[in-house]
């Protein structure tokens, strides 16, 4: 019965998730769920670990080439190079962070339970979620689809 879904509160899964971090804040308003995030905090993005350089995810809305994209990734190199400039001036990387965008790249693990999935895909892969909070909720949930497609395999059609 697909209506009894208290017993799978007993069974979670955990996905490591790369986007920006703009989504990131969404996606910790889950509140039953654990998460590790990558830290701005302590990550110094000038260090070689890094690459010397940040990292940015493009917005899915902003087409390349669009003058909305050429905005977005003239501002995204403005952001790396004063982000740099606070480092070399002795910012350290938990001051220098204060200049990071939504786009910048960041990692988080997210463990939830299948029932807390559930709701999860309910409300991030509606039309009303935000464009790149529902991309990568869709990437989660055909993962789900292909390997629990008993639990997960009608959740578009109940949006």
């Avoid at 703009?22 to 308003?29: D, F, K, L, P, Y």
């Avoid at 830290?39 to 087409?63: A, Q």
């Avoid at 909305?68 to 190199?77: A, V």
């Avoid at 309910?122 to 497609?149: G, N, S, T, W």
Wanted: charged share 30%; aromatic share 10%; net charge negative.
């Amino acid at each position: 019965n697909r209506n009894h879904v208290s017993v799978i509160e007993h069974e979670s899964i955990s996905v490591r998730i790369i986007c920006d971090r703009g989504v990131t804040h969404e996606i910790v308003r889950h509140r039953i769920a654990s998460y590790s995030q990558e830290s701005t905090r302590y990550c110094n993005y000038s260090n070689d670990k890094f690459g010397n350089e940040l990292t940015f995810i493009k917005p899915c809305f902003f087409e390349e080439g669009s003058k909305g994209y050429e905005i977005w990734k003239k501002s995204m190199q403005n952001i790396e190079n004063e982000y740099m400039e606070l480092i070399e001036v002795g910012a350290k990387p938990q001051e220098a962070r204060s200049i990071l965008p939504n786009s910048i790249k960041t990692e988080i693990v997210m463990t939830m339970n299948l029932r807390e999935w559930r709701h999860f895909f309910l409300l991030r892969c509606d039309k009303a979620a935000h464009p790149q909070m529902r991309e990568v909720a869709y990437m989660i949930l055909d993962i789900f689809k292909e390997k629990l497609p008993l639990l997960f395999d009608n959740i578009v059609e109940e949006l």
